[in-house]
């Protein structure tokens, strides 16, 4: 495994995962934990806390749950060019009282046209095309 770049500062991703897809994302995690480790990581508050568990060497910050605010953290750190991407194992086949933060944190990771991965096959791609890159200056 390569570092993703050369800076001082390791660019930052965030991971959150719905409940159905929790199990999936520490999957994910432990099988590239070492890939992972390479980046600051941030994460909805429940989803850290899975992620702790399974991968205690990871530094993770942990933010709001989901439906509390984290999305919509997530979303500011966006907004302001402090993510380079996003993984979200979202799932499309359960109701969510926070739907509109969920539209509004895929919306934003359109809008600045950062990497984001919907599901896991997405997210393989993306490790293996090493395509989290720090993420552009905010030029506002
Ligand atoms: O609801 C979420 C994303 O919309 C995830 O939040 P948690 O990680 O706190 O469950």
Redesign the pocket.
């Given at each position: 495994m390569t570092a993703p770049i050369a800076s001082a500062v390791p660019p930052a991703i965030a991971l959150?995962?719905?409940?159905a897809k929790?199990d999936e994302m520490v999957a994910f995690a432990r099988a590239h934990e070492a890939w992972l480790s390479a980046f600051r990581l941030f994460?909805?508050?429940?989803?850290?806390?899975?992620i702790k568990d399974a991968c205690p060497a990871l530094d993770v910050t942990r933010?709001?749950?989901?439906?509390?605010g984290?999305?919509q953290q997530i979303g500011a750190m966006i907004a302001e060019a402090r993510l380079s991407g996003l993984i979200?194992f979202?799932d499309p086949l359960s109701p969510?009282p926070?739907d509109v933060?969920?539209k509004a944190?895929t919306r934003l990771s359109v809008v600045y046209d950062i990497p984001m991965a919907l599901n896991r096959a997405t997210a393989e791609l993306l490790i293996r095309a090493d395509g989290f890159h720090p993420a552009p200056v905010s030029s506002d």
């Open positions: 959150v995962a719905h409940d929790k994460a909805t508050g429940t989803t850290g806390g899975r933010l709001k749950s989901g439906p509390l984290g999305d979200f979202i969510m926070h933060d969920v944190l």
